[in-house]
C-alpha cells in the first residue's frame, strides 16, 4: 500500500490551501484514514481522522478551521484549510489504517508527508 499526499506550498495568514492524499497499491479495505503534522523537534501529532461512515475527529487547534473528507472509491482522503495561522506551519502526513489483503492484519501506512507553510 503507498499514499501519495500533495497540495502543500507558502500561505499567507488568513489563506487557503487543500491537501490531497490517494491510496494505492494491494488494498483489501481502508477502516480510517487520517492527517496528522510533525514541525522539527515535536512529536507528530494528529489534525483531523475521518472513518468509513464520514465521521471525523479534529485536533483542538484545527476544529472550526479544517475540514477532512474522503472519497471511499478513490481511496483518497483530503483536507481543507481556511483561516490558516502561522502555527499551522508544518509537514502534513497522511496516514491509512487498512488491509492489504482479506487475512492479513489491519495496520497503519503513512504517506511521504507535504511540507506546508504559513507566512507573510
Known amino acids: 500500500v503507498q499514499l501519495q499526499a500533495s497540495g502543500g506550498g507558502l500561505v499567507q495568514p488568513g489563506g487557503s490551501l487543500r491537501l490531497s492524499c490517494a491510496a494505492s497499491?494491494?488494498?483489501?479495505?481502508?477502516?480510517?484514514m487520517g492527517w496528522y503534522r510533525q514541525v522539527p523537534g515535536k512529536q507528530r501529532e494528529l489534525v483531523a481522522t475521518?472513518?468509513?461512515?464520514?465521521?471525523?475527529n479534529y485536533a483542538d487547534p484545527v476544529k472550526g478551521r479544517f475540514t477532512i473528507s474522503r472519497d471511499n472509491a478513490k481511496n483518497s482522503v483530503y483536507l481543507q484549510m481556511d483561516s490558516l495561522k502561522p502555527e499551522d506551519t508544518a509537514v502534513y502526513y497522511c496516514?491509512?489504517?487498512?488491509?492489504?489483503?482479506?487475512?492479513?492484519?489491519?495496520?497503519?501506512?503513512w504517506g511521504q508527508g507535504t511540507q506546508l507553510t504559513v507566512s507573510s
Open positions: 496516514k491509512a489504517y487498512c488491509k492489504s489483503r482479506s487475512w492479513s492484519p489491519p495496520r497503519d501506512y
Open positions: 475521518i472513518v468509513n461512515g464520514g465521521s471525523a
Open positions: 497499491g494491494s488494498i483489501f479495505s481502508i477502516t480510517h
